[in-house]
């Protein structure tokens, strides 16, 4: 059973940064990790993904001020230009295999989430 633990929300003013992490209790080949992020009313929606070979996708709305990476077996996602609208719990997501599908659906292992607002 794999355990998912994120890190690093908060509250920002828009246009700030906020950086997000979560590790992973262990990784098995391949795999894809991904971030997303529900708001009040919303449904879940996928932000960036990352592959264990390092190929990255992102949502459109957050193209250009959003990055995930992975560094020494935990993974971040740099936050920044960020507006109200990015206002959500986010959650990091993990499944196993090659793809990175972007429906919540299709992965296995969650988080507990982390709070992130952004004031206007």
């Known amino acids: 059973q794999v355990q998912l633990v994120e890190s690093g929300g908060g509250s920002v003013q828009g246009g700030g940064s906020l950086r997000l992490s979560c590790v992973a209790s262990l990784y098995s080949y391949p795999y894809c990790l991904a971030w997303f992020r529900q708001a009040p009313g919303n449904e879940r929606e996928g932000v960036a993904f990352?592959?264990?070979?390092?190929r990255t996708n992102y949502a459109d709305s957050v193209k250009g001020r959003f990055t995930i990476s992975n560094e020494h077996a935990k993974n971040n996602l740099q936050m920044n230009s960020l507006k109200p609208d990015d206002t959500a719990i986010y959650y990091c997501?993990?499944?196993?295999?090659?793809?990175?599908?972007?429906?919540?659906?299709?992965?296995?292992?969650w988080g507990q989430g982390t709070q992130v607002t952004v004031s206007s």
């Open positions: 997501a993990m499944r196993i295999g090659s793809l990175c599908p972007m429906s919540p659906n299709e992965y296995y292992y």
């Open positions: 990352i592959g264990s070979d390092g």
